[in-house]
């Protein structure tokens, strides 16, 4: 009788729906989360309309389908595994790659069966439930992403990690995200680069020049944008893949 029951127990088990896992991947979970910045608080001033915080605005709550991000930004040694002709003037195998443009970034999700996360997907999984403006909370704190210099080994700041557990999203590189340069719905903000010609950057990232770091671009809610052809030193990608239908929500 208990050899009978066992069989039934590894056939029935044979039958269930597989779980999805992944090993480099962490799920985002499906819900609402805030997006944007609010106009009415304190938020720093910027130095030109390029890089005003209007175009984040206005602040509003969004829900996003379960999605799967990559846990760190792909690396130079990852990137050569799909192109191995590329010979960028910096990256070490191990460090994240830089100086790609979107459609080298695009092509290496898409031949991992992944993609780019939309810039929503992004802001999700760094300001977490809390909507925070940097991963860690609200105030800002230099010393806990890489905002220096040189870029470092994915995951080696353990405090730029997200409430998901997604590392550098505040610092090391920028990066490159699937969706176009356009206004947030309800925006009056006018901005002539909106459209199908520019791509959104995320996050903030290393800073070469002496005098050129201004937090305000480390703040999570912060659009950047580029065409899709510029390659760029402090830019690189990290890939995500949409989850099924039966992953669990947050609701």
Avoid at 119 to 138: D, I, Q
Avoid at 147 to 157: A, D, H, L, R, Y
Avoid at 166 to 177: A, F, I, K, P
């Amino acid at each position: 009788m208990k050899r009978l029951i066992l069989l039934l127990l590894v056939a029935c088990s044979a039958c269930a729906e597989p779980i999805e896992q992944e090993t480099d991947m962490v799920l985002i979970p499906a819900g609402p989360f805030t997006l944007g910045l609010n106009p009415s608080a304190e938020v720093p001033s910027f130095i030109s309309d390029r890089t005003s915080s209007k175009n984040a605005q206005p602040q509003q709550e969004i829900n996003v389908k379960a999605f799967y991000m990559d846990i760190h930004e792909v690396s130079y040694g990852e990137f050569l595994s799909f192109k191995p002709q590329a010979r960028y003037s910096e990256g070490r195998l191990t460090h994240p790659v830089q100086g790609v443009s979107w459609f080298e970034a695009d092509a290496y999700c898409l031949w991992l069966g992944k993609r780019l996360p939309t810039e929503s997907e992004w802001e999700k999984a760094a300001r977490g439930l809390e909507g925070n403006l940097y991963v860690w909370g609200n105030e800002f704190k230099r010393e806990n992403a890489n905002f220096g210099k040189t870029v470092q080994p994915p995951g080696k700041q353990t405090r730029d990690f997200s409430e998901f557990g997604v590392y550098d999203l505040n610092g090391n590189v920028s990066e490159w995200t699937a969706s176009w340069y356009q206004p947030y719905q309800g925006s009056s903000f006018k901005d002539p680069n909106f459209g199908k010609k520019y791509k959104v950057i995320r996050g903030g990232a290393i800073n070469k020049r002496e005098h050129g770091f201004l937090k305000e671009f480390a703040l999570l809610p912060y659009r950047n944008f580029a065409p899709p052809q510029m390659r760029s030193w402090d830019t690189g990608f990290r890939c995500a893949r949409s989850a099924s239908p039966s992953s669990k929500s947050n609701s």
